[in-house]
């Protein structure tokens, strides 16, 4: 079962999606509570892959929990946070990286089977005419829903 925690929805509509994969994420105590809390923000998160082939999350920023007892010094708003994918996962998105026109981004980040997990996207950049092409798909489908619903 998955709770969703947060979708980040402009990724749709900024970029083109090629390839969807689940990730585990290594966190300290009152980074979990504060990501249940939804006290995060990845609007300008990154996913790269290190030198000794770890995903890695950058610009991923978690606000300190409230009631955490650690002091602020030890808590680090912009820390870099590994990421847990199978090795074949790994070198499938090494290989869609090494392609200069695309980039991992986080989409959702979600709770299954009580593990924090993030939806990361290999995504390339839509042009201006393709985000406007998407813009009237969707006011499209949304009118025939529209128009469906007068009709029944």
Known sequence: MKKLISINKKIDYEYEIREKFEAGMVLFGDEVKSI??????????????????????????ISQYKKSNLNLLKHKLNRSI?????????????????????????KKIFIKNNFIKIEIVVVRGKKKYEKKESIKKKEIKKDLQKNYKLHS
């Open 36 to 61: 249940k809390n939804s006290s995060f923000d990845m609007k300008d998160s990154y996913i790269k892959i290190s030198a000794e082939s770890e995903v890695v999350l950058f610009n991923f920023k």
């Open 82 to 106: 590994k990421l847990l994918l199978k090795k074949s996962e790994i070198q499938k998105l090494n290989s869609l990286l090494k392609e200069k026109i695309y980039t991992a981004v986080p």
